[in-house]
């Protein structure tokens, strides 16, 4: 039969089980491990995690949301596993020889009806956040970006400079950002569905047919950053790797203008001051390379 300290042996069990998840919640977000001074990340050593090493905002928010996660469902793991082992110790034949007759326990039956409809709400008000921060992109973006997927490898525009760069997998051609900017992603595919996954950025959307999906970053931290295709899209799916190198505003411009780019005026002379360079003789290349 149960008994009083039966009663309080389960609360303590269920508060230990809680106290178990919210140990595990604390792990899983300690597995954060910034970057040493200097140790940013390198083509030869790319932080592809977003738990370990967010370099975006929604990276963050979505490694402290797997953490709350864990905290909230955890005691559902913990707390019934240790209840089993107490049960089937405490209610055996041998030390209950007499069983309960009882078949009812309407407040316990309110409590795992409750409880487990606030831990769902627990669980989706934070994720609803998340996921809308996530989809809202910038209104007036830094800078544009159009994703295209193709068989099999990716390819980048900058329309703003009519900057076109292909990544085939190798890393030859990267995608090179300018840290600490809004940035929009335009994406969309030719044949198949692609998914650009870059894991550091906590950034995967649908590039597919027939339309243009929008995704964004702002990354915080300097470094080459890869990801890779996220749908099977075709043979040489395991070679549609994605190469990202954030780097300074004013090395992100130096690579403008090794890739040709044609500058809009009123952004001349601002790159001709961050350059060191005269702002005519920015003006005259710009020109040239639009009459050519």
């Known amino acids: 039969m149960f008994k009083d300290k039966d009663i309080r042996n389960l609360v303590a069990i269920w508060v230990v089980g809680t106290l178990l998840a919210f140990a595990s919640a604390a792990l899983v977000y300690s597995f954060y491990s910034p970057a040493a ?33 864990v905290a909230v469902i955890f005691p559902f793991l913990f707390a019934p596993i240790i209840t089993l082992l107490y049960i089937i110790g405490r209610f055996n034949e041998k030390n209950n020889p007499v069983p309960a007759t009882f078949h009812e326990h309407l407040p316990l039956e309110v409590f795992w009806t409750i409880v487990p409809a606030v831990v769902l709400v627990a669980m989706a008000v934070p994720a609803y956040g998340v996921l809308r921060y996530m989809e809202k992109p910038p209104t007036k973006p830094d800078l544009v970006v159009d994703v295209v997927g193709a068989q099999f490898y990716w390819q980048y525009t900058l329309p703003k400079y009519d900057v076109t760069v292909t990544d ?4 030859k051609d990267p995608l090179v950002l300018p840290v600490d900017k809004a940035i929009l ?22 590039v597919i047919p027939g339309r243009i999906n929008t995704s964004w970053i702002r990354t915080k931290r300097e470094g080459s950053y890869k990801g890779q295709c996220a749908e099977l899209c075709g043979t040489l799916h395991a070679y549609m790797l994605i190469h990202v190198n954030v780097v300074p505003e004013k090395e992100f411009y130096q690579w403008l203008k090794k890739k040709g780019a044609k500058f809009p005026p009123e952004e001349q002379e601002y790159v001709a001051a961050l350059l060191g360079e005269d702002v005519t003789a920015t003006a005259l290349a710009t020109s040239t390379t639009t009459n050519h």
Not at 168 to 171: I, K
Not at 193 to 206: E, R, S, Y
């Open 37 to 69: 001074p200097g140790g940013s990340p390198t083509e030869t050593s790319p932080i592809t995690n977003w738990i370990f090493q967010p370099s975006t905002t929604v990276a963050e928010m979505v490694r402290v949301n797997t953490a709350w996660t």
């Open 168 to 171: 085939e997998g190798d890393g």
């Open 185 to 206: 992603l335009n994406g969309q595919s030719f044949q198949v569905n692609h998914a650009w996954w870059v894991p550091a950025f906590g950034v995967k959307f649908d």
